[in-house]
């Protein structure tokens, strides 16, 4: 089945750069969608960048549009996000999701997640 794993959070300062990785098993990941989605204590998880396994276009929410970026690796099934010029307010469990079909924005779309992975960044 398909699993995808969340790998690289950790605690940074304000204006750091870190890059978060998302193995993705269990599929042929040729279509769809890859996203990332960020969820802070009390509130909704909302949107951060995502990803079609075929093409070349990204999406961002408007919070990141500038620092982050998504990229993929299609041979290695690996997903990431660099993250840039973190901010306080980028603090929040960050998950990896898939969509088997054409989901951007609404994480109620996308159809497996992964467990994960938390970032905290201290000013």
């Given at each position: 089945?398909?699993?995808?794993?969340?790998?690289?959070?950790?605690?940074?300062?304000?204006g750091d750069s870190l890059r978060l990785s998302c193995a993705a098993s269990g599929g042929a990941f040729?279509?769809?969608t890859m996203g990332w989605f960020r969820q802070a204590p009390g509130k909704e998880?909302?949107?951060v960048a995502a990803i079609r396994w075929s093409g070349s276009t990204s999406?961002?929410?408007?919070?990141v549009k500038g620092r982050f970026t998504i990229s993929r690796d299609n041979a290695?099934?690996?997903?990431?996000l660099q993250m840039n010029s973190l901010k306080v307010d980028d603090t929040a469990?960050?998950?990896?999701?898939?969509?088997?079909?054409?989901?951007?924005?609404?994480?109620?779309?996308y159809n497996y997640w992964g467990q994960g992975t938390q970032v905290t960044v201290s000013s």
């Open positions: 089945q398909v699993q995808l794993v969340e790998s690289g959070g950790g605690l940074m300062q304000a040729s279509s769809g998880r909302a949107f999406y961002y929410g408007d919070s290695k099934k690996m997903v990431f469990v960050y998950y990896c999701a898939y969509d088997l079909g054409y989901a951007i924005w609404s994480w109620k779309s």
